[in-house]
């Protein structure tokens, strides 16, 4: 009998994807910013599409945390949803932070 | 921006790309120096572009790792904790630890662990027994290299919990996400099979580097349009490493690390005494 590895799996494919996607996006973006920039130097669309890539590819393993979090409260596995909580607080700490240093 | 600038980011995203899937590194460790010794940006604009390329190489890496059961995310989440703590105390340390010291710090650890990497270099941390009880932190997973499953043990978990503590604290100090400290130690010391140690930091590299790279952002250190070549190239990087890594066998990936922990430790040794 060959040992289960799948039930292990779901929340892996669901990072998965959830990472493909935002890199993906992110890329695509900042592939048509740069080349705005490259062939039209000055143009006004290109700051703002890479801003959104940006932010896009930040947003992307702080969704991972975030989505792990769900997760294990569905798995009622408290431990992890404390640790993987701590972590995304940290994440929102580093947002608060980066406000606070914008506005000062 | 000009095209060769471009071209020249796009190359150091390809190399960072490629160590990121081969061995969780997000690269940040090569990616600094050269942003700042030969293309002269700011060590804050270097290390903003490099956070950039480790959440890039990261989520690269990990999704294109996703169901192949070699990321370890009970284990990675738990070490993110010692992690996050590490880099919220980054600040304090650099106040208190001259950069010199640090960096020889650096240099004398990555030669000590490469030197313990290569005395256990035909040593695999893997039970073949696939049925064997991997604990509640260990873990299984189908290995192409003995062509079954195999299973695998955490030991020695507060060292882990230490070296991603030390990682998490380097990490915005350095622009690098801590790979380099964790992958070695986590297959040295901690029992852990260097693919599945590769993987778990690939995927734990992103989350670290992010809050360092959000704040760069917000005091208006990173260039989006300098980040652009190089998460582009980490994509096309990620993608060739994958395929040429898949095949070669645990020892050369660990005489590969051995390789850069060599070069990374003697750079810093270097640059120390300079």
């Not at chain 1, 940006?54 to 769900?70: C, D, E, G, H, N």
């Not at chain 2, 590490?86 to 020889?104: D, K, N, P």
Request: hydrophobic share 55%; glycine share 12%; with cysteine.
């Amino acid at each position: 009998m060959k040992p289960d590895l799948r039930g292990l799996s779901a929340l892996e494919l669901t990072i998965g994807r959830v990472l493909r996607l935002g890199v993906g996006a992110s890329s695509v973006l900042l592939a048509a910013g740069l080349l705005l920039t490259l062939v039209h130097e000055g143009d006004n669309v290109a700051p703002i599409v890479l801003t959104i890539a940006i932010i896009i590819l930040l947003a992307t393993p702080a969704a991972r945390v975030a989505i792990s979090v769900v997760e294990y409260i569905r798995e009622r596995d408290w431990l992890f949803v404390a640790l993987t909580l701590i972590v995304l607080l940290t994440l929102a700490g580093s947002v608060v932070v980066a406000f606070w240093n914008a506005e000062s | 921006m000009t095209v060769s600038l471009a071209a020249v980011i796009f190359a150091a995203g390809v190399v960072a790309g490629s160590l990121g899937i081969v061995l969780g590194l997000g690269g940040g460790i090569f990616l600094v120096p050269f942003l700042t010794l030969a293309l002269g940006f700011s060590v804050k604009s270097a290390a903003a572009i490099s956070l950039t390329t480790v959440i890039a190489t990261s989520s690269a890496a990990a999704a294109a790792r996703a169901g192949k059961h070699l990321m370890n995310l009970r284990l990675g989440m738990l070490l993110e904790v010692a992690t996050a703590a590490g880099s919220l105390l980054g600040g304090i340390t650099a106040q208190i630890v001259a950069e010199s010291i640090l960096q020889r710090m650096f240099g004398v650890v990555a030669i000590v662990v490469a030197a313990v990497m290569l005395a256990r270099v035909n040593r695999r941390n893997v039970i073949s027994d696939p049925h064997a009880d991997p604990g509640r932190l260990g873990s299984r997973f189908h290995d192409a290299e003995s062509g079954g499953v195999v299973t695998y043990r955490i030991k020695r978990l507060p060292l882990a919990l230490f070296a991603s503590f030390i990682a998490g604290n380097l990490s915005s100090l350095l622009g690098i996400g801590g790979g380099v400290i964790k992958v070695p130690v986590l297959n040295a010391w901690c029992g852990m099979p260097l693919r599945a140690a590769a993987a778990t930091s690939a995927m734990m590299i992103g989350v670290t580097a992010t809050g360092g790279a959000i704040i760069f952002y917000g005091r208006g250190d990173l260039q989006p349009l300098a980040a652009a070549p190089a998460v582009l190239g980490v994509q096309f990087g990620s993608w060739a490493g994958l395929h040429l890594s898949e095949h070669a066998s645990a020892k050369w990936l660990k005489l590969l690390m051995v390789t850069i922990l060599v070069i990374v430790g003697g750079m810093m040794f270097t640059k120390s005494m300079g």
